[in-house]
């Protein structure tokens, strides 16, 4: 009975964990994206809200390469350009 106690307790552990990085893996993307936003507007000015969603959509890696590539934009279609040759 311990032991059927214990393995339950250890995969419920186990659970909770993986919920809990998951979570925090969002929180940091959502994050990101944010940020990355900001830097757009402040950079490029307004963005269309689809290129906006496009964004919020990219994976924390892809908002690092963003992070760096958006340094080197200057209007709106480099960053449409950069969008289509990162999900490729």
């Known amino acids: 009975r311990e032991e059927i106690r214990q393995q339950v307790r250890q995969e419920l552990q186990e659970e909770v964990r993986q919920q809990v990085q998951q979570e925090l893996q969002e929180e940091v993307r ?9 830097q757009l507007l402040r950079r490029l000015g307004a963005v269309n809200p689809q290129i906006q969603e496009r964004i919020a959509q990219l994976s924390v890696p892809q908002l690092e ?3 760096d590539a958006l340094l080197d934009f200057s209007n709106e279609a480099d960053l449409t350009a950069w969008l289509d040759n990162s999900s490729n």
């Open 30 to 38: 959502q994050e990101a994206s944010a940020l990355i936003r900001r």
């Open 65 to 67: 390469n963003l992070a």
